[in-house]
Every structure is written in C-alpha cells, then in structure tokens.
Nanobody, 123 residues
Framework: QVQLVESGGGLVQPGGSLRLSCAAS????????MNWVRQAPGKGLEWVSQ????????AYADSLKGRFTISRDNAKNTLYLQMNSLKPEDTAVYYC????????????????WGQGTQVTVSS
C-alpha cells in the first residue's frame, strides 16, 4: 500500500531554514508527480509545491516563490522541501501528497497523504 512518511519539521526562528523529507513506499515513486500541501492552524489546506516524476519541472504557490525549493531523489524514493527565510505565517502542518488535483488558491484534493510534520516559526 502507498505510504508517505514526512520528517524534518520543528521549531525555527523567523528567518531560519528547515528541510522536510517525505519517504515514499508502496508504489513506483519515480513515475509520479508529487506535491507538498500545508494546513495552518484554523485554516484550510494550501497547496505549496509540485514536482514532476523526473524532477525537472516544478511549480510553487505564488506567495512562496523564491523561498521554498522542492526536489526529489528517485533513487531514494524521497521527496524534499527546502524552506528558507521562514516567516511566522509559514507555521503549519506540512503534508506530502500523491495523486493531487490542484487549482492554486482554490482547490487541493489528493488521494494519498502522509501523516504530516509540524513546522512552527516563532521567536
């Protein structure tokens, strides 16, 4: 069965960096587009970023461009999200997700989700 396991979250000061990882199993990782999605406290799901199966095509929510970088290592079945210049408004649970339908700012619907990793940006 599909398993997605996120790690790397934690508490970081504003301006700091974190790298999230998502270990995938139960499917041919290198054949699928993957996504990061987040949910801030009391808010709905927000699509963050997407990377195609080969890793050469990426997309980001407009508000995050330039600060976040998505990448993948298909040999290790792992998805990454490098987050720099973190702001308090980046505080959220971050999910790795597969088989997603995304309309940025309007809709994010995925068939497979990890359990999420908490990122808290606070001084």
């Amino acid at each position: 069965q599909v398993q997605l396991v996120e790690s790397g979250g934690g508490l970081v000061q504003p301006g700091g960096s974190l790298r999230l990882s998502c270990a995938a199993s139960g499917f041919t990782f290198g054949s699928y587009t993957m996504n990061w999605v987040r949910q801030a406290p009391g808010k709905g799901l927000e699509w963050v970023s997407q990377i195609n199966s080969g890793g050469r095509s990426t997309a980001y929510a407009d508000s995050l461009k330039g600060r976040f970088t998505i990448s993948r290592d298909n040999a290790k079945n792992t998805l990454y999200l490098q987050m720099n210049s973190l702001k308090p408004e980046d505080t959220a649970v971050y999910y790795c997700a597969k088989d997603c339908t995304v309309v940025p700012g309007i809709l994010v619907r995925c068939n497979y989700w990890g359990q999420g990793t908490q990122v808290t940006v606070s001084s």
